[in-house]
């Protein structure tokens, strides 16, 4: 049987359910979203929680920025405590060039209005006393960037959306999209087609293959990121830290447990989702050489997910040149989750005709054809 549907997007993750979100908060709820797994099945579910504003890019701060303070409103809009806690966020620098780097970071990010700091080792090693600083030469800090419970704001998106009277399908895998000329036709399922003229790809990892579904091209690979979790143990970690040159994230959470990933320089394209010894061993001792005080803490769950990287570790957003009203809300390499509020809100107001509420003209696709991109310097593995 063929139904119909104003909007239907592929991927119930962060930003296929708070795109959904914020169209049923601007009035239309004529929507299906469709998962070919469970809700948070993806990277959505399976990422670091790390919502930070120290990027290099003007575009990356400013999503950064604006997401940071819609995920302070969230709590009361989603009527939950999303554990939304702003610890902030410690870059730590190796050598002199990462310095250099990190001065002229901070005064960009100064410039548009986040509040970041250069500090020395020992101002870093004030702010985590048990952090080794041996070989650190600087460090960032900004106040305002924390950690948040994902599994809660996709959860609580999706509350959101059924009431709104959006309906969300899970275990409903997208086989094609059916197109005619430069329009969209329908969507076809495994569970039946769907008529529509207007597509959302929000299927991270899988978002090429989507994309090739409907005749486009976007230059998008998936990449394997693994993360673990530790038994809790008692507070004493404040912020996420993080280095660029070892490619490693950590923070404690609310309830003790330490979250952390790494990202292996060596890792190939493809869809994989398996854990790896790699992974356990040099994680482990990298955080160990962070901060000595872990040695001996227990492990107790690993996993991985994909990051949806794209040559300049920025996302894609906006339509395609092939095909007209086939949106995409991808390609968000490392960050997908910290600037989700304000690109499913632009997403949303695109799709309904309404003037964004900010510029993402220079995130479109088209920058990899014209070759006019510049990639973001501060994703972490
Ligand atoms: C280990 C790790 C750590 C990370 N840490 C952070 C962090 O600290 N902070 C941060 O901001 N970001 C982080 N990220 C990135 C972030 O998790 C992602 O960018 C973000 O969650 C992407 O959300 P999404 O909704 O776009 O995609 P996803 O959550 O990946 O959702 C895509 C969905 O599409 C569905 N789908 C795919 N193909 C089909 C199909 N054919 N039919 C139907 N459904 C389909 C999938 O099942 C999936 O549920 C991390 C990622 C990883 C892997």
Redesign the pocket.
């Known amino acids: 049987m063929s139904e119909e549907a104003g909007v239907v997007i ?7 359910l708070g795109t959904a979100y914020h169209l049923g908060k601007m009035g239309y709820d004529d929507v299906v979203v ?4 469970y809700i948070c ?4 579910g ?6 930070r504003q120290q990027w290099t890019s003007e575009e990356n701060i400013k999503l950064a920025l604006e997401s940071r303070k819609m995920f302070e409103k969230l709590n009361e809009e989603l009527e939950q405590d999303l554990e939304f806690y702003q610890g902030g966020y410690l870059v730590l620098a190796f050598d002199e060039d990462e310095s250099k780097d990190f001065k002229k970071n901070v005064k960009l990010q100064n410039s548009l209005g986040v509040e970041s700091q250069y500090l020395t080792p020992e101002e870093a090693k004030e702010i985590v006393p048990e952090l080794n600083i041996s070989d650190v030469v600087a460090a960032t800090f900004n106040q305002t960037d924390g950690t948040i419970y994902p599994f809660k704001v996709v959860n609580g998106y999706a509350n959101r959306v059924r009431e709104m009277g959006i309906d969300i399908r899970d275990h ?3 086989l094609d999209i059916v197109t005619e000329g430069d329009e969209i036709k329908k969507v076809k399922t495994e569970a039946g087609d769907i008529k529509t003229d207007t597509v959302v790809n ?5 978002s090429s ?2 994309a090739e579904m409907a005749g486009a091209e976007i230059p998008n690979k998936p990449v394997r ?3 673990m979790v530790t038994e809790p143990y008692k507070r004493f970690l404040e912020p996420m830290v993080i280095s660029f040159k070892h490619g490693i994230y950590f923070s404690q959470s609310e309830h003790g447990n330490v979250v952390g ?1 790494m990202g292996n320089p060596d890792e190939e394209v493809g869809v994989n989702q398996t854990g790896s010894l790699w992974f356990m061993k040099n994680f482990s001792k990298t955080l160990i050489d962070f901060i000595p005080r872990f040695s001996g803490v227990n492990m107790i769950r690993q996993w ?5 990287t794209t040559p300049d570790a920025q996302p894609i957003l906006g339509t395609v040149p092939e095909v007209e009203r086939f949106y995409q ?2 390609g ?1 390499s ?6 989700s509020p304000v690109v499913d809100k632009v997403t949303a107001e695109l799709i309904l005709g309404k003037e964004p509420s900010m510029d993402i003209d220079r995130l479109s696709v088209d920058r990899f054809e014209a070759d006019d991109f510049e990639a973001e310097g501060a994703v972490v593995g």
């Open positions: 592929i991927g119930a993750g962060v930003n296929g469709l998962d070919k797994s099945s993806g990277a959505s399976r990422n670091g929680g790390g919502i409903t895998e997208v929000a299927a991270g990892g899988w293959q989507i990121h693994e993360i990933g991985a997910g994909l990051y949806d809300i991808n968000f490392g960050h997908g989750f910290m600037v």
